[in-house]
């Protein structure tokens, strides 16, 4: 984790610009992406049907939602300490500027880098905080798959 020196809610905006690194890798397997599915209602046969994906799809396997993907970004944020420890409450506040980059086969790993990239105070004791997030799944090698600039009300 790469939490910054004095990284209190006082000193927020003095850390725009910070990159907080990546997280762990999380396993997009097909048990999960069914899952999700099941969850949204999006049974497309390309994320939920193995054979058909294999014999009819684009990609010779099925992917994953860019729902998914963007679902990933909260437990990144609080894995990477994204919000300063005296922050008494963290509401999402929705996304802008989402881009799906790639497809995601089954069976991926994927991670999230997130940089801080805009502190603005919205009333005493709250304020909106702008992340940019970028995705990238294990290839051959680590490759970004989604870029997205996420927003939190962060609370005293």
Sequence with gaps: MNIPKDYTLAALKAHVGHDFGHSAPTLLDQRRIDSFAGCTGDSQWIHVDVDRARTQG????????????????????FELNVYPADASGVLNYGFDRVRFLAPVPSGSYVRLQVELAEVSEKQPGQWLVRCRNTAHARGEAWGPVMVAESLALVMA
């Design 58 to 77: 684009p990609f010779g396997h099925t992917i994953a939602h860019g729902l998914l993907l963007l679902s990933l970004i909260p437990a990144a944020h």
